[in-house]
């Protein structure tokens, strides 16, 4: 599974965005991003935890319209062995 790398929020009050800060030990910084959301016969439930580098929750995103960018997660030597590039 892959890694979520930011998460931007689109609300009527403005858009927010949380980036994991992979650049610096500042333990103030975002260190991961969680989705545990559920699909549901008849709906879906969103549901996104930030953390900071302890691993404290800092923040939960339930049900708003995101965007997401996902870490590129490098390619194993099987892959890139059958990749035609």
């Not at 610096?24 to 930030?50: L, V």
């Not at 929750?57 to 319209?65: A, D, F, G, L, Y």
């Amino acid at each position: 599974m892959n890694k979520i790398k930011s998460l931007t929020i689109i609300a009527g009050t403005g858009v927010r965005i949380f980036d994991v800060d992979t650049s610096s030990d500042d333990p103030r910084g975002i260190g991961e991003i969680i989705s545990n959301g559920m699909e549901f016969p008849d709906s879906i439930f969103s549901s996104y935890a930030i953390k900071n580098k302890k691993g404290k929750i800092i923040s939960r995103v339930e049900n708003c319209p995101v965007v997401i960018d996902y870490f590129e997660e490098p390619l194993t030597k099987e892959e890139s062995e059958d990749s035609p590039f």
